[in-house]
């Protein structure tokens, strides 16, 4: 696996690949089976496949979220190599922000509500990175999970609406055993915290209402952000003490 740390050097590269199919898995690095099924994907449906890892700071809306989360290099660079990757691309932040982020992307209807509504500014800096790398990748394919659902349909917006000449992939969510969606955030929760997440997808899944499950969701223990029905979705968004979980399921006609 070809590792590259420079926008140049990159660029240089990405010249020699004309011609040939390209994969692209956008990623924040703490890497879990849900990223490297993406990245298994990517490989089967094209030639070369190149994974990203680049912890945004524009798309954290808490300072402290963005210090706390996981970064774990040396072992995301293993897995990615016994996973097959051609290319593991990880930009600094001042090459990725030499602008120092006076250029943004900014969606104004979609990107106000839920996600948008409790994360303010995260989806500009969410669309902002996505530009930058699509631009630099230069991929047939990108591929994104429909665990961040939003994200995904504003991914989408953008690319139809700037014509980048990318086919954004949906890929299904991975769970595990109990239910719980597969996310970097995961690892920090404590035992007892992990165990009582599961109920979050369990309640998601469960038929109920928005409101009965925001209810039991609170008696439970968690803070709920939000528990809405859109897209033929039902979307949710909680907080176990200090940890932030968000997930969807398909709502059944
Ligand atoms: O989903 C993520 O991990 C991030 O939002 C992404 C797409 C890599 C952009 O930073």
Same mark, same amino acid.
């Given at each position: ?7 140049? +050097? ?8 004309? /011609?040939?199919? #390209? ?5 924040? %690095? ?13 490989? =089967? ?19 402290? +979220? ?17 996973? /097959?990757? +051609? ?5 600094? $932040? ?21 996600? /948008? ?7 500009? %800096? ?12 230069? =991929?047939?394919?990108?591929?994104? /999970? ?9 991914? @989408? ?18 769970? $595990?055993?109990? %239910?719980? $969606? ?40 968690? @803070? ?22 968000? +997930?969807?399921? #398909?709502?059944?006609?």
């Amino acid at each position: 696996m070809n590792i590259v740390t420079k926008i140049n +050097d990159w660029q240089t590269l990405r010249k020699n690949l004309t /011609g040939r199919s #390209i994969g692209f898995v956008p990623t924040m %690095g703490h890497l879990h089976a849900g990223h490297l099924s993406l990245c298994e994907r990517s490989r =089967a449906e094209n030639e070369v496949t190149v994974v990203s890892i680049f912890v945004n700071p524009t798309q954290f809306n808490q300072a402290s +979220d963005f210090q706390l989360y996981p970064r774990t290099i040396e072992q995301d660079t293993s897995l990615l190599a016994s996973h /097959g990757v +051609d290319y593991l691309f990880l930009p600094d $932040a001042e090459s990725m922000y030499a602008d120092h982020y006076q250029i943004q992307v900014t969606e104004t209807e979609l990107s106000r509500e839920l996600e /948008g509504e409790f994360r303010p500014g995260h989806f500009n %800096g969410m669309l902002t990175v996505v530009l930058k790398l699509l631009n630099l990748v230069q =991929a047939t394919r990108a591929y994104f /999970g429909e665990k961040d659902y939003q994200q995904l349909l504003l991914v @989408k917006k953008m690319v139809a609406a700037l014509f980048l000449p990318v086919d954004i992939i949906p890929c299904e969510t991975m769970r $595990a055993e109990d %239910g719980l $969606a597969l996310s970097s955030r995961n690892s920090r929760l404590t035992p007892e915290q992990r165990q009582k997440a599961a109920h979050f997808p369990r309640l998601l899944q469960s038929g109920q209402c928005a409101e009965d499950i925001t209810k039991q969701l609170e008696l439970l223990g968690f @803070k709920v952000d939000y528990i809405a029905d859109r897209w033929q979705r039902r979307l949710g968004a909680v907080w176990v003490d200090d940890v932030r979980l968000i +997930d969807n399921v #398909i709502l059944s006609p």
